[in-house]
């Protein structure tokens, strides 16, 4: 084989790679975020249409009237949406469905309820993750949440707004104490509503992650209109 041959074969290999890594860059920077604005608009009109019908999934905790005792709420359904989740801090229009369990599939198309942590505005600690980037890139901006920043949630009935309390933290995959019901290296002392957002860290990696804690400052009716926390 001649030289030239050689240096041909290597030049149309070198362009062949070239042309794959600029596909997968294209996948991975738009497609992937196609995808997700489709799913995630599929979720939210899921939620709308069930809250329209008067489907909740779960009422607020005590809410309901009476001396007796509240029926148990109904579970989360698996890979389905049951919230919204809304983060002023992230500029105005950001919105993410919360869908319940973390499986792959299910963070395509929103935020994910990690299943064995406590439901929305319930004692204990309401867990929830999403992608850095890719599938929408819901939390390109957590290293910007601050203390005192707001954390609105609602699942059709009830607003809850919780409070960021400190900035975020990192650590590493293992360290599942994070969503424990009162989450290890929180500051948090004793049992009490909290919430948990966790995301991969670097940015464009996952050896690490990053997580904020927050606090369940405020309830209130749907029916009363947004929280002032959306303005705050």
Known sequence: M????????????????????????VYVLF????KAADATEGQ??????????GTVSAPAPGTS?????PPAPAAYR???????????????????????NTEVRTLQKGLGHYSGSARLGATGNFAVAGHRRTYGDPFKDFPKLRPGDAVLLTDGTTWFTYRIDKKPYRTVPSDIGVIDPVPRRSGFDGPGRYLTL???????????RLIAWAHLDATQPVSDGRPAAFHS
């Open 31 to 34: 497609w992937t975020g196609v």
């Open 78 to 100: 698996d890979g389905k949406p049951f919230a919204m989740l809304y983060i002023p801090r992230f500029g105005k229009g950001w919105e993410w469905p919360v869908l319940e």
């Open 65 to 69: 009237p009476g001396p007796s005792a």
């Open 44 to 53: 939210i009109d899921t939620l709308q249409n069930q809250w329209a019908r």
């Open 2 to 25: 001649s030289v030239r041959l050689i240096v041909r074969t290597f030049s149309e290999l070198c362009i062949t790679v070239g042309a794959l890594i600029v596909l997968f860059v």
């Open 198 to 208: 966790t995301t991969c860290d670097p940015e464009w990696g996952s050896s690490h």
